[in-house]
């Protein structure tokens, strides 16, 4: 195939055996049946090798290849409420961690919420945008906008989401167990609900000072000053808010739930307060570090590589750092999870044509080919036409046996018509009066047990509220569709059998 040849606007492509180079033309791609180039450079166009045999070296380094990582934001640790079950997502700004939920805001400005929702902690406020910055306390959460103010939603039990009047400066956000922060753009700060241990008393020193960065604890608080130094205020019975002599040149700070973490400009890591898991036991050697976050009894390190340092509680894992936690730009740390947000743009996996296991007879993906000539480890898909087993998942599956019996199975699960009650809607703005087509979970149980599970939400009683997926029944209505399907070809045929006999049954008695 070769194409016109390239313009200011139009680069050439030629994909041919024996092609004549042309003058090099700036973003071409050209194969001389040997080798594959790439024409860089549009103020002086450059021929480059991009692929190549064993004998030619590469003019384009594989290490400037990047692309979009296919799973941005990782999350890992207790996953008892869905903390940690990501959806697929794309151009993401940041990540925050409650107590069992977690935040994810994305460049458009608008929130995606998971996890435990006893408090509405995770049902994001209908027309949502314009977010710059999110905070997750244990069970609420706090927002700050492009114009300054804020949002709050989750638990109110002690007014922690009950926004203070006059907000329209704020900066940033943090967000303890029951208590909110606020940092304006004069460099002052706010703080409201719990006041249990005097966490949102603003302490004198405060005053006049000019505060770059807050964090909040679970009932504690802390501030960064522009001149280096920490400012702690509220429960102390941890030494949480006791400061290590000669704490300066700092550079950002984060809290645990009864610990605290300073970040100097060296890129080394101060902690203190609450120990019992190791939290504030800062591994050795450890510098280079760029963020820090703060979990219940564990703690993070963001390195400038990319890379995490996690210490203290592993009794969910969440200090186990997954292999796919690379080059990372945002942390965060849940009562017992972790977040990490990766780069818009990693390094890019690139097979080269000359590899082993790479087209000569059978290729692989993420694995070495042993019998079939396309072997995939993990999950794959078919999209082209062709022979299915060339790329099927078949190969991935096993006990694959046909669905019989739909139209029995589908008879046992009663449809019903409802509305959600008032008290239950009032907890969920989102949901409108008006009747909603489903199921009865406890009904459904009874015929697809597997795919009833609790929601996260419980009644006022302490019962769970349990959460259908209806998916079966979609696969199940195609089945007994195939089945309707059957016997009515069967009763047509017994049909034209009967109207065949009928006839010659009319030939013989005409005779």
């Given at each position: 195939m070769?194409?016109p040849?390239g313009?200011?606007?139009?680069?050439?492509l030629?994909?041919?055996?024996?092609?004549?180079?042309?003058?090099p033309a700036?973003g071409?791609?050209?194969?001389d049946g040997t080798n594959?180039?790439l024409?860089?450079?549009?103020?002086?166009?450059?021929?480059?090798t991009l692929?190549?045999?064993?004998?030619?070296?590469p003019s384009?380094?594989?290490s400037?290849?990047?692309?979009?990582?296919?799973?941005?934001?990782?999350a890992?640790g207790?996953?008892?409420?869905?903390?940690?079950?990501?959806?697929?997502?794309a151009?993401?700004a940041?990540?925050?961690?409650?107590?069992?939920?977690s935040?994810v805001?994305l460049?458009?400005?608008t929130v995606i919420?998971?996890?435990l929702?006893t408090?509405?902690?995770v049902t994001v406020?209908?027309?949502?945008?314009?977010v710059?910055d999110i905070?997750?306390?244990?069970a609420h959460n706090?927002?700050?906008k492009?114009?300054?103010t804020?949002v709050?939603w989750?638990?109110?039990?002690y007014?922690q989401?009950?926004?203070?009047?006059g907000?329209?400066?704020a900066t940033r956000?943090a967000?303890?167990e029951?208590?909110?922060?606020?940092?304006?753009a004069?460099?002052s700060?706010?703080?409201?609900?719990d006041?249990?241990f005097g966490?949102?008393?603003?302490p004198?020193?405060?005053?006049g000072?000019?505060?770059?960065a807050?964090a909040?604890g679970y009932d504690?608080?802390l501030?960064?000053?522009s001149?280096?130094?920490v400012?702690?205020?509220?429960?102390?019975?941890?030494?949480q808010?006791?400061?290590p002599?000669?704490l300066?040149?700092?550079?950002?700070?984060?809290?645990g739930?009864?610990h605290?973490l300073?970040l100097?400009?060296?890129?080394t890591v101060i902690?203190w307060g609450w120990?019992?898991?190791?939290?504030?036991?800062?591994?050795?050697?450890?510098?280079?570090?760029?963020?820090?976050?703060?979990?219940?009894?564990?703690?993070?390190?963001?390195?400038?590589?990319g890379?995490l340092v996690?210490?203290?509680?592993?009794?969910?894992g969440?200090?186990?750092?997954p292999?796919?936690?690379?080059q990372?730009?945002?942390?965060a740390?849940?009562?017992?999870?972790?977040?990490a947000l990766?780069?818009?743009a990693?390094?890019?996996?690139?097979?080269?044509?000359?590899?082993?296991?790479?087209?000569?007879g059978?290729v692989?993906?993420?694995r070495?080919p042993?019998v079939n000539s396309?072997?995939?480890e993990?999950?794959?898909?078919?999209?082209?036409?062709?022979?299915?087993?060339s790329?099927?998942d078949?190969?991935i599956?096993?006990e694959?046996?046909?669905i019989?019996?739909a139209?029995e199975?589908?008879?046992?699960?009663?449809?019903v018509?409802?509305?959600y009650?008032?008290e239950?809607?009032a907890?969920?703005?989102?949901?409108?009066?008006?009747?909603?087509?489903?199921v009865?979970?406890?009904e459904f149980?009874?015929v697809?047990?597997?795919?009833v599970?609790s929601?996260?939400e419980?009644?006022?009683?302490?019962?769970?509220?349990?959460?259908?997926?209806?998916?079966?029944?979609?696969i199940?209505?195609?089945?007994?569709v195939?089945e309707l399907?059957q016997e009515?070809?069967m009763?047509?045929?017994?049909l034209?059998d009967q109207?065949?006999?009928?006839?010659k049954?009319?030939?013989?008695?005409g005779e």
């Amino acid at each position: 195939m070769v194409l016109p040849t390239g313009t200011a606007s139009v680069a050439p492509l030629r994909l041919a055996t024996g092609v004549s180079l042309t003058t090099p033309a700036f973003g071409s791609v050209e194969f001389d049946g040997t080798n594959l180039f790439l024409t860089t450079n549009s103020g002086s166009p450059t021929r480059k090798t991009l692929a190549f045999t064993d004998s030619v070296p590469p003019s384009v380094p594989t290490s400037s290849l990047t692309a979009a990582p296919m799973v941005p934001v990782l999350a890992w640790g207790n996953n008892s409420n869905g903390q940690t079950t990501m959806p697929a997502l794309a151009n993401v700004a940041a990540v925050a961690a409650g107590e069992s939920h977690s935040l994810v805001l994305l460049d458009a400005g608008t929130v995606i919420a998971r996890g435990l929702n006893t408090s509405g902690q995770v049902t994001v406020p209908a027309s949502l945008t314009g977010v710059t910055d999110i905070a997750a306390g244990t069970a609420h959460n706090l927002v700050r906008k492009s114009d300054g103010t804020l949002v709050a939603w989750g638990d109110n039990s002690y007014g922690q989401t009950t926004i203070p009047s006059g907000i329209t400066t704020a900066t940033r956000v943090a967000a303890g167990e029951k208590h909110s922060l606020a940092l304006l753009a004069n460099g002052s700060v706010r703080a409201w609900g719990d006041n249990s241990f005097g966490q949102t008393n603003l302490p004198a020193s405060l005053t006049g000072a000019t505060i770059t960065a807050i964090a909040a604890g679970y009932d504690h608080s802390l501030a960064l000053k522009s001149d280096g130094t920490v400012i702690a205020w509220g429960r102390d019975d941890a030494a949480q808010v006791t400061l290590p002599s000669g704490l300066v040149n700092v550079v950002a700070i984060a809290a645990g739930a009864f610990h605290s973490l300073a970040l100097k400009g060296d890129g080394t890591v101060i902690a203190w307060g609450w120990n019992d898991a190791g939290q504030v036991t800062v591994p050795a050697g450890l510098s280079g570090v760029s963020k820090i976050a703060g979990g219940y009894a564990f703690s993070m390190a963001l390195k400038n590589d990319g890379t995490l340092v996690l210490w203290g509680d592993n009794s969910d894992g969440q200090t186990t750092v997954p292999a796919t936690a690379t080059q990372v730009t945002h942390i965060a740390a849940g009562a017992s999870h972790a977040m990490a947000l990766r780069a818009d743009a990693i390094p890019a996996q690139v097979a080269r044509l000359d590899q082993d296991n790479v087209f000569t007879g059978k290729v692989g993906i993420k694995r070495t080919p042993a019998v079939n000539s396309l072997e995939v480890e993990g999950s794959a898909s078919k999209t082209t036409a062709g022979s299915w087993l060339s790329n099927s998942d078949r190969r991935i599956k096993t006990e694959i046996e046909s669905i019989t019996g739909a139209l029995e199975k589908l008879d046992q699960v009663r449809l019903v018509d409802f509305r959600y009650t008032d008290e239950y809607r009032a907890a969920h703005p989102s949901i409108e009066d008006v009747r909603y087509p489903n199921v009865i979970a406890q009904e459904f149980a009874e015929v697809f047990p597997a795919d009833v599970k609790s929601s996260g939400e419980v009644m006022a009683d302490g019962s769970p509220i349990l959460q259908v997926d209806t998916y079966p029944l979609i696969i199940y209505s195609a089945a007994a569709v195939q089945e309707l399907n059957q016997e009515n070809q069967m009763l047509k045929k017994q049909l034209a059998d009967q109207e065949k006999r009928l006839r010659k049954l009319e030939a013989l008695l005409g005779e």
